[in-house]
């Protein structure tokens, strides 16, 4: 086992690593990152967090314009088609269908 280490020894010092970077290269003290659970930490808190508030307000002033007019109902020829039914209900809705936005291939439902 001695006759191993030693050239292993050898070659990590032509390397300029020391005996316990060797033995693992991939674990969080091997590079002298002791400070990476505080900079993560940080980022969580002065980033992560602001952004969501930031997309929360966002929404939330959307969401107090009201409603807007939908657009009129064009039948293009390469949109809505339906080569066969959804396995679902009457086979034309679609599976989060919306009746005020999502018109069927022949126009609004309540138009």
Do not use: C
């Not at 292993?8 to 060797?22: D, I, T």
């Not at 009201?66 to 809705?93: C, M, Q, T």
Request: glycine share 10%; no cysteine; net charge neutral.
């Amino acid at each position: 086992m001695a006759a191993v280490a030693s050239p292993l020894l050898r070659l990590s010092g032509l390397l300029g690593r020391s005996g316990a970077q060797l033995g693992r290269p991939m674990s969080s003290g091997a590079h002298g990152e002791e400070g990476s659970a505080r900079m993560w930490k940080a980022l969580t808190y002065f980033v992560a967090l602001p952004g969501v508030a930031v997309s929360m307000l966002n929404v939330f002033l959307k969401s107090q314009h009201g409603e807007h007019e939908r657009p009129e109902f064009v039948a293009y020829p390469h949109l809505r088609i339906r080569s066969k039914p959804f396995p679902w209900g009457d086979g034309n809705h679609t599976l989060f269908h919306n009746s005020h936005v999502n018109p069927l291939p022949t126009g609004y439902e309540d138009e």
